[in-house]
């Protein structure tokens, strides 16, 4: 009997790649959570910025707490199974009326896993649709193979590379969108981008990027994860990080740091070039 979600949702999600929307916490506490990161912005400049923005859940509390969600782990268990650990997360912040935007990309690409079998999360803190730049999802395209990808490095494209799969039909598209609270998950095959926020707010989503099975390996880059629930993984010379036990924690600000090297090496292997996300 699933947790969470519904058989049609599992069904949709194994047919068209992503199942949206699902609704997490409520309205008042998604803004609750935008203050709190506002806030730590304005605190911490350099410890989240534009180019500081993977695995924040090791730094800040709330955010730790956001990928323990009891919500968001039942249905991630209703997909995977009882045993799951959290590989990273991306906080994905397109500014007011900026040219920001996501190129047509499959996230299990560079990611150094066995797999591409995974699902990943996406928690709207803002509105997420049309005009603030959504995600939009090409339905049913996981079940293809990994797509050439272009490195591109484009200065408004916010992925590492810039990386893109040319020639997809935008009219094929379906945009998910989310008000503050929802969440979207998403195959790590499945091609999706988004477009600019053209609105005068800022679009804000956080991305557990990804949860995972024990079936599945880090095979490029050291093991290195957050324990989320089940019997914990047992990879050799893998690295079990701790959850911080307030903002700014030492202990994981420091293996957070580790984190962000390894997962560079990973998302960049291969580059001519490499950014500082």
């Given amino acids: 009997m ?17 199942i949206s929307p699902i609704r997490v916490i409520s309205e008042k506490d998604a803004l609750s959570i935008k203050i709190q990161l506002e806030e730590v912005e ?3 400049p350099e410890e989240i910025n534009s180019e500081s923005r993977n695995n924040l859940h090791l730094s800040f509390a709330f955010l730790d707490a ?14 995977i199974g009882p045993d799951i650990a959290l590989w990273a997360s991306v906080m994905f912040i397109k500014e007011p009326s900026s040219k920001q935007y996501v190129s047509w990309h499959q996230d299990a690409t560079y990611m ?4 591409f079998d995974f699902p990943t999360p996406w928690i709207a803190l803002s509105p997420s649709n049309i005009e603030t730049g959504c995600m939009t999802m090409i339905a049913g395209s996981h079940h293809s193979e990994i ?5 591109t490095f484009a200065e408004n494209n916010i992925l590492t590379r810039g990386q893109v799969i040319p020639n997809i039909d935008r009219s094929k598209g379906v945009d998910l969108i989310l008000e503050p609270g929802e969440m979207s998950i998403h195959h790590g095959a499945i091609i999706h981008g988004s477009q600019p926020n053209k609105s005068n707010q800022r679009r804000i989503g956080f991305s557990l990027q990804s949860y995972v099975p024990p079936s599945i390996k880090q095979v490029v880059g050291k093991n290195i994860w957050t324990h989320i629930r089940g019997q914990k993984r047992k990879d050799i010379n893998g690295i079990e990080l701790s959850r911080p036990n307030y903002n700014m924690d030492p ?4 293996q957070r740091r580790v984190a962000e090297e390894n997962l560079s090496e990973i998302l960049y292997k291969g580059a001519k070039l490499k950014r500082k996300y």
């Fill in 147 to 151: 797509q050439n990808h272009e490195d």
């Fill in 66 to 79: 956001l990928a323990h969600n009891t919500t968001i782990v039942d249905a991630i268990e209703d997909l």
């Fill in 2 to 18: 699933p947790k969470v979600l519904t058989k049609k949702q599992i069904e949709q999600y194994h047919d068209e790649g992503f």
């Fill in 251 to 254: 202990v994981t600000v420091e």
């Fill in 112 to 115: 150094g896993l066995d797999s």
């Fill in 42 to 44: 304005a605190q911490y």
